[in-house]
Structure formats: structure tokens, C-alpha cells
Antibody
Framework: EVQLVESGGGLVQPGRSLKLSCAAS????????MAWVCQAPTKGLEWVAS????????YYRDSVKGRFTISRDNAKNTLYLQMDSLRSEDTATYYC????????????WGQGVMVTVSS | DVVMTQTPVSLSVSLGGQTSISCRSS???????????LYWYLQKPGQSPQLLIY???NRFSGVPDRFSGSGSGTDFTLKISRVEPEDLGVYYC?????????FGAGTKLELK
């Protein structure tokens, strides 16, 4: 059974940093691209970042470029999102998601972790 | 960015009934490789989204045949027949053809 379990969320002040983790199990982690997708409170879904199977290619939405870093450790079956210079508009639930085989969407999602940016 | 416009915003349906959701994109979703990367997700209350339909009309593993997707270019439809209680939630269309990938704002399916 595919499982994705996020951790690392919480309350943080604007301008500070936070690092999210996503522990994967139930599949060969190194064979799949991975992504982070967020959902602001009572809002819709928004893709944040993606990473290729080996980690050599990363992609970001414009609003987080230069502030967020997606990475992975295939030996530990773990995906990360380093979030720096956080802003109030980054407040959201962040989902870890596995890229579908076609690479263009997501087939399995974690339960999500809440990030609140507030002073 | 490609804007995905879903209609209606909300739907009331009777158990056992049939309904449909429309999704229109601001640009054609036909990729240069010939595929159309249009997907449908359902987010049940308190849960993370789950994939229902991939590439316009293909049901994901375990998705019942009560769900069907259709469309082409910029206009797409998700049909749900014989609605069951577990079908309630918010439905999102999503495009992966153009960067950045984008979601529709969602359609909330409720019981009448």
C-alpha cells in the first residue's frame, strides 16, 4: 500500500524558515517523481514544486522560486521541502504527492501538514 | 498560467441520480506529444485529493465505472451516475499540459 506521511509543519513567523518532510513507503520511491501541492484554508489546490526521480531536476511555481527548495533522499525514501523567507500567503496545508507514471499529474497524496505563517 | 474554469461551483444531487461537472481551460490542453493531460480529482471532506480520471477519460485504479470523463481541446466534462454517499465532496479538474500545472477552483457536490 502506498503511504506518504508528511511532518514538520507548524506556526512560524514571517521571514523565518521551516522544513517539511514526507516519508514514503509501499513503493519504490526512487522510481517516481514527487511533488508538493498546497491548499490555503478554504481554498483550492495549487502545485508548489516537483522533483525528478534522481533529484537532478527540480521545478517551482514562480511565487516560491528562490525561497523554497525541494529535495529528496532516495536512501531514506524521504521527500523534503525547505521553506525560507516565509510569507503570510504561504499559509496552507502542504501535501506530498507522487507523480503519476505519465509525469504530468499525481496519483497518491499524503494526508497533508499545516503551515501557518503569522506573527 | 492556464486558467481552469469549473461550473457549477456547487451541485445538489439525489442519491442514485446523475450529474455532470464542466471544466473549461483558457488554452487547448493538447500537448505537443498528442496527449491531453486533463485529470479529475475528488477531495472528500477532511481528506486529501484522490485521482479519479487521467488523460480526459481513463478511470484510475479502483474508480467505479459510475465515473466517466470526456472532452477535448478546451472543454471537458466529468459525469457521475448512480450517485452514492461516498461521492460527496469537492471535485477538481487539473491540467498538466502547460507549465505551471493548474487546478480548477472546484465543484462541491452535496446531497439534495
Amino acid at each position: 500500500e502506498v503511504q506518504l506521511v508528511e511532518s514538520g509543519g507548524g506556526l512560524v513567523q514571517p521571514g523565518r524558515s521551516l522544513k517539511l518532510s514526507c516519508a514514503a513507503s509501499g513503493f519504490t520511491f526512487s522510481n517516481y517523481g514527487m511533488a508538493w501541492v498546497c491548499q490555503a484554508p478554504t481554498k483550492g489546490l495549487e502545485w508548489v514544486a516537483s522533483i525528478s526521480t534522481g533529484g537532478g531536476n527540480t521545478y517551482y511555481r514562480d511565487s516560491v522560486k528562490g525561497r523554497f527548495t525541494i529535495s529528496r533522499d532516495n536512501a531514506k525514501n524521504t521527500l523534503y521541502l525547505q521553506m525560507d523567507s516565509l510569507r503570510s500567503e504561504d499559509t496552507a496545508t502542504y501535501y506530498c504527492a507522487r507523480h503519476y507514471y505519465d509525469g504530468y499529474s499525481f496519483d497518491y497524496w499524503g494526508q497533508g501538514v499545516m503551515v501557518t505563517v503569522s506573527s | 498560467d492556464v486558467v481552469m474554469t469549473q461550473t457549477p461551483v456547487s451541485l445538489s444531487v439525489s442519491l442514485g441520480g446523475q450529474t455532470s461537472i464542466s471544466c473549461r481551460s483558457s488554452q487547448s490542453l493538447v500537448h505537443s506529444d498528442g496527449n491531453t493531460y486533463l485529470y479529475w480529482y475528488l477531495q472528500k471532506p477532511g481528506q486529501s485529493p484522490q485521482l479519479l480520471i487521467y488523460k480526459v477519460s481513463n478511470r484510475f485504479s479502483g474508480v467505479p465505472d459510475r465515473f466517466s470523463g470526456s472532452g477535448s481541446g478546451t472543454d471537458f466534462t466529468l459525469k457521475i451516475s448512480r450517485v452514492e454517499p461516498e461521492d460527496l465532496g469537492v471535485y477538481y479538474c487539473y491540467q498538466g499540459t502547460h507549465y505551471p500545472p493548474t487546478f480548477g477552483a472546484g465543484t462541491k457536490l452535496e446531497l439534495k
